[in-house]
């Protein structure tokens, strides 16, 4: 029969052989996560970008095919995130979408973001000259994402983008951002095939290279149909960084606006962005 001191030890021993089998785990799951992290954590942030890339619900099966992820972990992953808010589940069945808490972590980006109350008091007075619509958004790898936007008066529906993104080869945000870049970045930065978003959209990197070099002649990126059918969109840069992050744009009615009317509104753009530029670098926000 073991004594107490005994029991003391071999506990001791068993914990400490439970501590190091644990970090062999941790370390093994890092490892397997290629040295970028835990790999359940990485799993949960793809899990989470899958789900904001969808806008329907998506079942366990679904989830299975487009993250290729084991179902066992899946399980356990939904599981999590239902728990913590992150995602909400459809009553009576397994399907599942984003929950408020990626709202609430998404608004406080915008919240603790410095540029924002200047960057909507630009927008507004874009709306107010033009009666369109204006956009801010930030460029993210090969995306471009909406921070803020003012719908225009006379709008007859909603079309807010802010938290969405769209590839910046479709979007005159994303062309007037790429054109602060040398050809060789674009080319790093773009994947390899460029997606088509409608039968307009430029999907050629020559073309794309080509709009890029006129966007720095003119100042501003213009795009017709290539993101959204029946809309135009011309955007310009906000220079507060090199290169420049952000940009604002103006949506435009196909039927509402001529080729004299897009570089009126383009010309205001570059005024507007060189305003807000300077006042960004005044207030010492980067």
């Known amino acids: 029969m ?30 397997a996560g290629g040295g970028t992290g835990v790999k359940s954590a990485r799993r949960a942030l793809d899990l989470m970008e899958t789900f904001a890339a969808h806008d329907t619900w998506l ?22 995130l239902l728990d913590g808010g992150w995602l ?29 109350p200047f960057a909507t008091e630009a ?4 709306r107010e000259r033009t009666g369109f619509t204006a956009h801010y958004a930030r460029r993210s790898g090969e ?25 910046v080869h479709a979007t005159a945000l994303g062309k007037a951002l790429l054109a602060e870049l040398t050809p060789a970045e674009v080319d790093g930065l773009l994947p390899a095939t460029l997606t088509a978003l409608t039968a307009r959209t430029v999907v050629s990197r020559e073309a794309l290279l080509a709009e890029c070099e006129r966007a720095r002649e003119l100042g501003y990126a213009t795009e017709c149909e290539e993101g959204t059918p029946g809309i135009r969109c011309v955007a310009a840069v906000v220079p507060y960084r ?31 962005t060189a305003r807000l530029g300077r006042e960004l670098r005044r207030a010492g926000i980067r």
């Open 2 to 31: 073991a004594t107490p001191g005994t029991q003391e030890t071999a506990g001791t021993a068993r914990a400490a052989e439970a501590g190091q089998a644990g970090r062999a785990a941790a370390d093994e799951e890092e490892r």
């Open 59 to 80: 079942t366990l099966a679904e989830l299975h095919t487009l993250t290729g992820f084991p179902r066992s972990s899946l399980h356990g992953l939904l599981r999590t």
């Open 88 to 116: 909400e589940q459809d009553a009576g069945a397994a399907r599942y979408r984003l929950g408020i808490r990626a709202l609430v972590c998404g608004t406080a980006y915008l919240d603790r973001d410095a540029a924002m």
């Open 123 to 126: 927008l507004e007075q874009i």
């Open 143 to 167: 995306q471009v994402v909406y921070l803020e936007t003012r719908e225009a008066k006379r709008s007859t529906h909603l079309i807010s983008r802010v938290g969405r993104s769209l590839p």
């Open 242 to 272: 090199i290169p420049a992050s952000d940009a604002i744009s103006c949506s435009l009615p196909v039927d509402q606006i001529d080729d004299a009317g897009v570089r009126e509104i383009g010309e205001l753009l570059v005024e507007v």
